[in-house]
């Protein structure tokens, strides 16, 4: 009883370790970020022309949609592959994102084996210009190869794409994480939509810790493949690519998005210029005091 | 940050605001509050007469149900004296005719249709701020003893009131001496009324009845009270009226009143109160009459709904009025131009219910569908009451849910999806508003005042988000929301925030200094300890 008084009592104090909300916005976001350079990040277009200028791996891009006329002629314009990734240029949450695996003669087919007719896609892409997934402003489409998932941990028969990523302070790299897309994400990278959140160690690459819908987990629920002490092919090369691309943008604090790619190695997916702060869980690590040294060092 | 390493961001914020925050000390918290001091400390604010008083708003329904025959109810309604202040007064009723008129003293109302089948209501609603009046009676003045003839109707015998009884008389003439003092005499009737047992008995009861039995409920301690007073020549009438407290009551009160000069002193023999009334004492007719009148062969129903509230002294408002470094003066000058107060009132409460949103947001960590749309929420929910204000908006977001169910199979496109979800958000405050008519329910009918703009924002958000967190993430938005809605509203409809800053309009310097404060504030909010807790822990 007593014991959990003086527990309380010191939490303020042990609390300045942690990166909340409001220290996020004010000492790092409003600090390092000028808002008028958001749309170079957030626009996931705008993002990959300064990715491609600076020599940043990316996903390479196979067309881009941005008036209803051209929506029109998708399906005939897509005709010529069988997979592919459609997003919005403008999408949160990774919302909007249809991926397509492989082709039949009605059209192509998604992960979980259902058909999307040529008239669906257009329609699709159509519903992402008009601003569907953009809060109603309109929007454009971005069309990608589909990447070839590099053996990871665990991530080998899953549906959705895993990646990694990492929290840069003007470029130098402060915190990681590699994201898997559970069954129960529906394939997608997101902690707060139930995929899973793995902390890395920065020198090493090494698994350290995992949380699953807020609590620590050991394996992977879908597979049961190990997620702790487990070390990542090519981390140095990630680490570069992500680096890189964080200088690519005017922008000093940012969420890095990197994909393994089994052919290119790491491509950059996109980059959050308001990164969340489930990291510090996924990693049971506190941002603020690394931030803070990192700022001090970049100074001095 | 703590004090084992700066953040350089930290320190660079701290030099480049520190010249500015000696400023912003200075007209935002030293200027304020001095004006606040000098007003109270020089101008002589009586903090006192700022303090809100007690109000009851009373709603009287009743229902008929005829049978196809033509109908009629009548009633009396209270009459705005020098002792009780009325306001807010709404009538509806959804019979045809409704008529008022003035008979003596008393105000009527008057409701009526032909061929009425089934069922109608008739809602009349006000708040009603009484005083408590004591008079003191000159102990000099006489008992004038019967007089020769009794022309007066105050002093003429009626059926009920037997003033030519001769027990009556006998029993007059001992409490109260003809000469003696007309004060003594008075109280000694009243005592002598109010030493009968008391029954509840619901019929009348007329003076001699009382005296007999020895025990009578409030109209016949009233009535023998009167044929006391007016057998030694003392004017005095029967008062018909409320007892105001809170909750539902299908109870009137009857006391009496007796004229000394131009004054008639009011006596309850029932409650004890001698020469004086209490604040909570509404008078709804003089003599001896009945409440509630109607058409026969009709079933008649009615009850008091009464509620506690509260609203600032007249008294206060008309002394302000003449002070220019008083919001309260302004009031006078709106009212000319036709703007209601309560316009003004709500206006200045927003910095302050926007206040408590960033305290939610920023310090608790609550999330709301949209920024400071709780707080407009709450300012709408200001008519309907917050209890009708959170239905309709759970209500409404139910709606939106269960129409997105089925809209969502359209694959429509977003703007036309969002117009459509207007759509039903519109039929269904127009059919909540017909509801409330049908069922007599002023408050219900009262929604659809609830501002649209309002709800088209709260249905985009809702729908967004449901579309891109979930729907288990957005009932716990919407709940958080709610929330958010009823802190906003108590603090808003606070009567002494709504005083203190139309007194002291000052003070809105003061919110922004704490909005600075809060803006500058970096500290985990509350439900992060919870978030980050194993890291916490882990520390």
């Given at each position: 009883m007593l014991r959990t008084l003086i527990d309380m009592l010191r939490l303020p104090h042990r609390a300045q370790h942690v990166l909340g909300v409001n220290a996020r916005n004010r000492l790092l976001v409003r600090q390092y970020n000028q808002r008028k350079h958001y749309p170079l990040a957030d626009d996931k277009i705008?993002?990959?022309?300064?990715?491609?200028?600076?020599?940043v791996p990316v996903?390479?891009?196979?067309?881009?949609?941005?008036?209803l006329i051209e929506a029109l002629r998708a399906a005939e314009t897509l005709q010529a592959h069988a997979e592919f990734v459609v997003k919005p240029a403008n999408g949160r949450g990774g919302n909007g994102i249809l991926v397509l695996v492989g082709r039949t003669s009605g059209g192509w087919l998604d992960h979980g084996g259902r058909l999307h007719t040529p008239r669906a896609v257009t329609q699709h892409i159509s519903n992402i210009i008009f601003g569907n997934y953009a809060h109603g402003l309109s929007d454009r489409a971005l069309v990608e190869e589909r990447l070839v998932q590099a053996p990871l941990v665990g991530t080998q028969l899953l549906p959705g794409l895993p990646d990694i990523r990492v929290i840069t302070l003007r470029g130098v790299p402060l915190l990681s994480m590699l994201r898997l897309p559970t069954q129960r994400s529906h394939g997608k990278a997101n902690l707060h939509q139930g995929a899973i959140g793995v902390g890395i160690d920065l020198d090493t690459g090494r698994t350290t810790y995992a949380t699953f819908r807020g609590r620590p987990v050991e394996r992977h629920p879908d597979t049961d493949a190990p997620l702790v002490g487990q070390l990542l092919p090519r981390w140095p090369d990630v680490l570069d690519v992500a680096s890189r691309a964080a200088r690519a943008f005017p922008l000093g604090y940012l969420g890095i998005d990197v994909a393994l790619d089994a052919r290119r190695g790491p491509v950059v997916l996109?980059?959050?210029?308001?990164?969340?702060?489930e990291i510090q869980n996924a990693n049971l690590q506190g941002l603020r005091a690394i931030a803070a040294a990192a700022a001090d060092r970049s100074v001095a | 940050m703590g004090k084992g390493g700066g953040m350089t961001a930290d320190k660079s914020i701290a030099s480049r605001v520190r010249a500015l925050d000696v400023l912003a000390v200075l007209l935002f918290l030293v200027f304020p509050l001095g004006l606040v001091f000098h007003k109270i400390v020089r101008v002589g604010y009586d903090i006192q007469s700022l303090l809100p008083v007690e109000t009851y708003k009373v709603s009287l329904s009743m229902t008929c149900t005829g049978h196809g025959d033509s109908l009629w109810v009548r009633t009396y309604l209270p009459q705005q004296d020098a002792r009780v202040?009325?306001?807010?007064?709404?009538?509806?009723?959804?019979?045809?005719?409704?008529?008022?008129?003035?008979?003596?003293?008393?105000?009527?109302?008057?409701?009526?249709?032909g061929t009425i089948d089934g069922a109608r209501s008739i809602r009349v609603e006000y708040t009603a701020y009484g005083q408590h009046v004591r008079y003191d009676l000159d102990a000099g003045i006489p008992v004038p003893g019967p007089p020769p003839e009794r022309r007066d109707p105050f002093l003429a015998p009626t059926a009920a009131i037997q003033v030519d009884d001769a027990d009556i008389g006998a029993l007059a003439e001992?409490?109260?001496?003809?000469g003696s003092s007309l004060d003594a005499g008075l109280r000694a009737m009243h005592d002598y009324c109010q030493k009968l047992g008391y029954v509840d008995f619901k019929g009348e009861t007329d003076a001699l009845t009382a005296l007999r039995l020895g025990e009578a409920?409030?109209?016949?301690?009233?009535?023998?009270?009167?044929?006391?007073a007016r057998h030694q020549g003392l004017p005095a009438r029967l008062v018909g009226g409320l007892i105001l407290e809170p909750g539902v009551k299908r109870t009137s009160h009857q006391w009496a009143e007796v004229r000394v000069g131009p004054h008639w002193i009011p006596y309850c023999p029932t409650n004890g109160h001698v020469a004086r009334i209490p604040?909570?004492?509404?008078?709804?007719?003089?003599?001896?009459?009945?409440?509630?009148?109607?058409?026969?062969?009709?079933?008649?129903?009615?009850?008091?709904?009464i509620e506690r509230g509260s609203a600032i002294r007249p008294e206060t408002m008309a002394k302000a009025g003449a002070d220019p470094l008083n919001l309260l003066s302004i009031w006078t000058t709106f009212a000319r131009a036709g703007i209601p107060l309560e316009l003004l009132k709500v206006v200045l409460m927003i910095p302050l219910g926007a206040l408590v949103i960033v305290i939610l947001r920023n310090v608790i960590g609550l999330e709301t569908f949209g920024t400071f749309l709780p707080a407009l929420i709450a300012v709408a929910s200001r008519d309907t009451g917050l209890g009708w204000g959170l239905v309709s908006f759970v209500a409404l977001i139910l709606l939106v849910f269960l129409v997105r169910l089925v809209i969502a199979r359209f694959q429509l496109l977003h703007l036309p999806h969002m117009a459509i979800l207007l759509t039903f958000v519109i039929i269904f405050i127009l059919l909540i508003a017909v509801l409330g008519v049908r069922m007599g329910s002023l408050d219900l009918a009262k929604v659809s005042l609830f501002p649209l703009a309002i709800m088209a924002i709260t249905t985009e958000r809702f729908s967004i988000m449901v579309e891109e967190e979930g729907a288990r993430r957005t009932i716990g938005v919407a709940l958080m929301t709610v929330f958010s809605i009823s802190a906003?509203?108590?603090?808003?409809?606070?009567?002494?925030?709504q005083i203190l800053f139309m007194s002291f309009p000052e003070l809105l310097l003061v919110v922004i200094f704490l909005d600075l404060w809060l803006g500058r504030w970096m500290g985990l909010r509350v439900l992060e300890y919870w978030r980050f807790r194993k890291l916490l822990a882990a520390h």
């Open positions: 705008r993002a990959k022309e300064l990715l491609l200028a600076a020599g996903p390479r891009t196979l067309a881009e949609f941005s008036s996109e980059a959050n210029v308001r990164p969340g702060l | 202040m009325l306001s807010a007064e709404k009538v509806a009723s959804d019979l045809p005719g409704h008529l008022e008129r003035f008979s003596d003293d008393n105000r009527i109302g008057e409701w009526h249709g001992k409490l109260a001496p003809t409920s409030c109209n016949g301690k009233s009535r023998l009270f009167v044929a006391l604040a909570n004492y509404l008078p709804l007719y003089h003599g001896d009459q009945v409440l509630f009148a109607h058409s026969t062969d009709i079933n008649f129903r009615y009850k008091f709904a906003c509203y108590f603090v808003m409809n606070a009567l002494t925030f």
